[in-house]
């Protein structure tokens, strides 16, 4: 599932693509905005808020998007033909490029003064400019009896993060993923690592965290179940967290993560 770094640089795609130029063709493949046009409408900007996209077009409409499980955007140039079989749910098009939304999770317009209602629920963007982690601690701290690993992945405590980076900060701090929040002595500080490990994935495919870019690598526990940790050698644990059918995969190490 795209995490908050691979949302950002969707968006910066899409307005590599589509800002300041004039939609050409848009083609909702939803049965809710079957009849929508933006033809003639040039597209202003989009921006990503936690692992939502919205594009923002003239005359005061914004696309809203979620890539969700296992959706993404691409960008060709125009008129080059998609794959057969790609379940195309909206098509954004100029002169020069064409933003191809596949499998994705959600797509809505809306008037973009009410883009608060699609996204305004979200707890602070980790890699927004607005970025505030003491709002994201003060929220966290809200449920103090919820566990770490279902608050982190809460968006509207903190938006961006999934299951990836979610193992991979609890890890490095050495917290337990069923840990209590109100039990956690450093709060600040495994949100702060949560926000540097997103921000410095930003910027390329794949997720790193040991600082080794290589595949097998590239992170202490996730993908990484029943092979000995990087630190201790206990062999990785893997198990679900969350209530049906919520639950989501979770990656850890017994030694290193005690309970
Ligand atoms: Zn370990």
Redesign the pocket.
């Known amino acids: 599932m795209p995490e908050g770094d691979a949302v950002y640089r969707t968006a910066a795609r899409l307005r590599g693509a589509l800002d300041g130029r004039t939609l050409t063709r848009s083609d909702f493949r939803v049965p809710q905005h079957a009849t929508a046009d933006l033809t003639g409408r040039a597209v202003l900007i989009t921006l990503s808020r936690g692992k939502h996209l919205l594009t923002r077009v003239e005359g005061g409409l914004t696309v809203h998007t979620h890539l969700r499980m296992d959706g993404s955007w691409l960008v060709t140039p125009a008129g080059r033909r998609t794959a057969p079989g790609d379940r195309v749910r909206l098509i954004l098009a100029n002169a020069e490029w064409q933003a191809v939304g596949v499998r994705l999770g959600m797509v809505d317009l809306v008037r973009t003064g009410d883009e608060a209602r699609l996204v305004g629920h979200l707890g602070p963007d980790l890699l927004g400019a607005d970025w505030d982690p003491d709002e994201a601690v003060r929220r966290l701290r809200a449920a103090p009896g919820r566990t770490i690993g279902e608050a982190l992945l809460d968006q509207r405590n903190l938006a961006g993060i999934g299951t990836i980076f979610r193992a991979e900060t609890l890890f490095l701090r050495g917290v337990w993923p069923w840990k209590k929040v109100g039990e956690i002595e450093d709060l600040d500080g495994l949100v702060a690592l949560a926000q540097r490990l997103l921000d410095a994935n930003k910027g390329h495919a794949g997720t790193v965290t040991t600082g080794d870019r290589r595949p097998a690598n590239a992170t202490w526990v996730y993908g990484r179940a029943g092979r000995p940790?990087?630190?201790?050698?206990?062999r990785i644990s893997r198990g679900e967290m969350g209530m049906r059918p919520q639950e989501r995969l979770i990656l850890w190490?017994a030694?290193?993560?005690p309970r």
């Open positions: 940790c990087r630190r201790c050698g206990t190490c030694g290193c993560q």
